[in-house]
């Protein structure tokens, strides 16, 4: 796959979904200043993929957060598998731990077949967390203690980001997410 098509499929779920239905409040500054980064792996094997991150997040901890401030990984093969996916994101939480770096990057989750544990299977709350690509978001957390600083109830967005896609109806959300039906 083309990666001007997977940055452009990236961004259309990005407009529509996250900014469009508002289930990040967070996410409209960082793109309208164009300050996200689209990093996109094709490896396969487990090496490739681990230096892929490693990369990746050595980019955005040596760039300045006015110029990168957040980097979005997506994964074009080797993690369309759900539980794949999961296995590679808790190395690279161990990583992040390893490495002590738990205080300056966290990890967001988005796979086009997200299911949370313990919720029914055809649940629209999915929904807030699939994506075109197996995705993973790097988050300074800096970044994240000064927006969470001014909301009040940071679960609340959760919360309100189920009951929007409720209200959506699923004929409407599988629409905008077609890739997660």
Request: glycine letters at 4%.
């Amino acid at each position: 796959m083309a990666h001007q098509d997977v940055v452009k499929n990236t961004r259309r779920w990005l407009d529509q979904m996250v900014v469009g239905l508002n289930l990040c409040p967070f996410s409209s500054s960082v793109i309208t200043r164009d300050q996200v980064r689209y990093a996109i792996c094709d490896a396969t094997t487990d090496a490739d993929l681990k230096q892929f991150f490693v990369d990746e997040l050595q980019h955005l901890l040596g760039a300045n957060e006015n110029d990168v401030a957040t980097s979005l990984l997506m994964f074009t093969q080797g993690v369309e598998d759900f539980d794949d996916y999961l296995d590679l994101l808790e190395w690279f939480q161990q990583l992040l731990e390893k490495a002590e770096l738990i205080e300056h990057v966290q990890l967001a989750s988005f796979h086009p077949q997200y299911q949370f544990e313990g919720v029914a299977v055809d649940d629209l709350s999915h929904f807030t967390n699939r994506s075109p690509y197996p995705t993973i978001h790097l988050l300074r957390q800096e970044q994240m203690t000064k927006v969470l600083a001014h909301v009040s109830d940071p679960e609340k967005i959760y919360l309100d980001n189920i009951k929007s896609l409720n209200d959506l109806g699923r004929r409407q959300v599988e629409a905008l997410c077609p890739w997660g039906k």
